[in-house]
């Protein structure tokens, strides 16, 4: 068999760069401050990180609204429209628990792509807020199903045993309720342009060399398929 690829909505995106500069005076060196010069050096090092996982997770955290795909709408919506006409929902509400994490979980697997047929994800990772953390593992890897008196095997435990549940506290700053289900195939990407390096410059005429921390990126998503969210809301 044959097929044809379809692509459209196409978008350009625009590669950052991140920079941050610590000037260390040669008083400072000569007063054997080193302790306090590494301290702020890896301090720098460890933002530029955090400014990393911060980007990211803003498109998971604003994609019930202002994170949109190529076709416009937002990355989580009840409205998207594949290139073979067919409306897709990947919006749920609904506190995080097991059956709406069913539920969530079959919006994922039914999901069509872009030329009208099911696009073959599997949930491969859970991503929650801070606050949703103990829920979220008490759900995916209990023996038995999570918040019941009886006995049931839990369904995710036992068909999604590499589900991997992972949680980033900058999600709670938008919302503490909010999570998010996908396969290995969704197309929220960071593509890195030069990865996070640090480099010390020699001293200038003034006797301060200057250490620099940078990297060059940008994060981007083009399409809802592989991906599903739930706003948490009752």
Known sequence: PSAIIKSDHKKANEVTKFKKFIDISEEAMDDDKYGMIASEIKYAGLRARTTQDKTVMNFYANGFGTTTVNEGTALFSNTHTSLSGDTVDNLATGALS??????????????????GEIGGHSAAFLLVPKA???????????????????????????????????????????????????????????????????????????????????????????????????????
């Open 98 to 115: 097991h059956a709406n994490l069913v539920s969530l979980e079959t919006q994922l697997a039914t999901q069509t792509a872009q030329d």
């Open 132 to 234: 949703l953390h103990a829920t979220a593992v008490e759900i995916t890897e209990s023996e038995q199903q999570a918040g019941t008196s009886n006995n049931d095997l839990n369904y995710f435990s036992k068909i999604f045993p590499g589900l991997q549940v992972f949680f980033n506290p900058e999600l709670d700053k938008t919302s503490t309720t909010a999570y998010f289900i996908g396969s290995t195939m969704h197309t929220l990407t960071r593509y890195v342009r030069n990865p996070l390096r640090t480099h010390l410059h020699d001293k200038d005429k003034n006797g301060v060399m200057t250490y620099e921390v940078s990297y060059r990126e940008v994060t981007s998503v083009d399409t809802y398929t592989g991906l599903a969210g739930s706003t948490g809301a009752s």
